[in-house]
């Protein structure tokens, strides 16, 4: 592939495997083991992709993937052993692209490690077609990541505008949960993840959506999810 990749681990046998896949991938690995190492090496490295271990002895891995998304779109991959429903939603209420327990096993660890990737390299690739889509008073820019509602413009993060890119493509159409994960993320069949959840709801707070009454983005239940733009 070609990418580089910055590890951010504890020292121990768990981080020698987690380095060990990102080598498989061809992907040139630079391995830290504490956050303040990582921050530093993020700042000089820049890389494709950042891979954080929660249980670093200085910085917790949630607070280090809240400083990375202060300082750039950089995908964010959260690892964790036994990690708790709770950790997994704040890693992404935090910026992580993905979370992984792992006991999830190195070759689905390797499988979404490879889709983060994959995302970033189409994000970086230019697209001839039209980058706006307009709906009355709801603009959607996907190139600046910019969502204008009212005459109110709201910064996405690359993963929210993705999302919501592709429901606005389709609005009234219902967009299965399934889709969704695979031309967004890049994920195969069967993965579990919260991580549609999670983006659905940041996307509906900022379209200023009750969650508990959404009346935009809408869910199917089982299913997955519709847009309906507001009228003119």
């Known amino acids: 592939m070609g990418e580089t990749v910055l590890l951010a681990a504890r020292r121990g046998n768990g981080s020698e495997d987690l380095r060990r896949v990102l080598v498989a991938l061809e992907l040139t690995v630079t391995r830290v083991f504490t956050g303040t190492e990582a921050l530093a090496q993020h700042e000089r ?31 964010v991959v959260v690892v964790g052993q036994g990690t708790s429903e709770m950790e997994r939603v704040l890693a992404l209420e935090l910026g992580a692209d993905d979370v992984i327990g792992q006991g999830s096993g190195l070759d689905e660890l390797g499988e979404r490690v490879r889709a983060v990737l994959s995302r970033g390299r189409r994000s970086r690739r230019p697209d001839p077609r039209p980058q706006v889509l307009e709906f009355g008073d709801v603009a959607i820019d996907r190139r600046a990541h910019v969502l204008t509602m009212g005459g109110r413009r709201q910064q996405l993060t690359p993963m929210e505008i993705e999302l919501l890119w592709a429901l606005a493509q389709r609005a009234g159409e219902v967009v299965t949960a399934r889709e969704l994960l695979r031309d967004v993320w890049g994920y195969p069949a069967g993965v579990q993840t919260r991580t549609l959840d999670v983006h659905i709801g940041r996307v509906r707070r900022k379209l200023g959506e009750d969650g508990r009454d959404p009346r935009i983005i809408i869910t199917v239940r089982s299913v997955g999810y519709r847009f309906d733009p507001p009228g003119p």
Do not use: K, W
């Not at 890389?47 to 995908?75: A, K």
């Open 45 to 75: 490295l820049r890389p494709d992709l950042v891979v954080v271990e929660l249980d670093l002895p200085d910085i917790h891995g949630l607070d280090l993937c809240r400083r990375l998304r202060r300082q750039s779109d950089v995908p």
